[in-house]
């Protein structure tokens, strides 16, 4: 089933420490964004890629499209302040009004098995987000001291993509910015509206590239699908 991709791409990587996005940071000597943008090109269902990208990063960007023969972004929209800004400027830029989904550029691992997953469920229901679950015991504390023990089958740790009927984001996001609200995901946005979201299970190497650790990850998970080829 079809689909466009909108990946916010205009964060600072202040936590990744590189003195640069992120982004342009290379693992076995590829920049991570071309890795996730990759994912997208291969995929035949994916019908467009939009990207949000801070304006002075713009033509650098546009650059390495070419470079690595990039050939499915429809439109390059101007970033914000936060990562919900950036998200809801390319969710203007988009043109069809399909399914959505929502990824972060810094997840390069992501399978396309749940890709097609989270399409298919956001078609049916409306929305739908990538997750795994929690694989350790998860207390709630207040200045140190546990409060409680959270039952760890109803947790979940939310990942992106997150899939949605464009409607309902476009809904959610205007919402969301009338009223002020900044969420943590778009998800978040959704269930404001009393939606529900559905989720996909998805697997543990669809890490986030956030601090250095993470590059060390994900140089081993490269490896590893290498040899599996
Ligand atoms: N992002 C964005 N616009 C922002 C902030 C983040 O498009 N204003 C993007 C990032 O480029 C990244 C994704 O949202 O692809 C997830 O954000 P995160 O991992 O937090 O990246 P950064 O914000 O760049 O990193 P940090 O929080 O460490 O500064
Ligand atoms: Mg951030």
Redesign the pocket.
Known sequence: MIYTVL??????????GAGQ???FLELRNVPILIHTLRVFDRDPNCEQIVL??KKEEKVLIERLLKEYRVTKVSAIAE?????Q???YAGLKAITTKGIVLVH????PFIHQVVIQQLVQAAHTSGAAVAAVRAKDTMKKAVNGIIQETIDRESLWIIQTPQAFQYTILEKAERLAEVENFLGTDEAMLVERLGERVHIVESTYDNV???TREDLLYGEAILNKREQEE
């Open positions: 990946l916010p791409a205009a964060g600072s990587g202040k936590r990744m996005n992120k982004l949000a990208v970033g914000g302040e936060e990562r800004h950036s998200v972060d550029a810094a997840r986030k590239m956030t």
